[in-house]
């Protein structure tokens, strides 16, 4: 894997922090976020699983990281875990932890606000 990828899941990660990137939950493993550029919708969605492997007495996760425009088409697709393109994987559960955590505290924000205005 080209590890130019690398800097741009850094960045990513990065910008995440920032609140540059609206992430939106949508279940337990997943999340997306959509934006444009240059007129084209696009559809970055990080997905997580359990691999069933087993290290420490925990069980490891898998990531599923895509790109795909508005018309379907797949731009990136990324699979990581500790045997495959492993050099993402920590990347990546950073990634999905903070913005998980981000999407909760805007849902909490959210639901504060639905009662505020009761």
């Known amino acids: 894997m080209d ?3 690398k ?3 850094q960045k ?14 949508v279940n337990q493993n997943s999340i997306r ?6 007129g084209t919708n696009y559809v970055v969605t990080l997905q997580t699983t359990l691999t069933g492997i087993i ?3 925990k069980q490891e996760n898998q990531y599923i990281l ?5 018309n379907g088409e ?14 993402y994987t920590n990347l990546l559960d950073d990634l999905f932890e903070i913005a998980i955590a981000k999407t909760k505290e805007e849902s909490v924000n959210i ?7 009761i």
Request: net charge negative.
């Open 66 to 70: 895509t790109i795909q425009n508005n």
């Open 33 to 38: 976020w959509i934006t444009q550029t240059d």
């Open 3 to 5: 590890y130019a990828l």
């Open 12 to 25: 990513l990660l990065l910008k995440t922090k920032e609140d540059k990137i609206n992430w939106k939950q």
């Open 74 to 87: 797949m731009i990136l697709q990324l699979q990581s875990n500790k045997q495959i393109n492993s050099e």
């Open 7 to 9: 800097d741009q899941i």
């Open 111 to 117: 639901f504060n606000k639905l009662l505020d205005d």
């Open 55 to 57: 290290i420490n007495g």
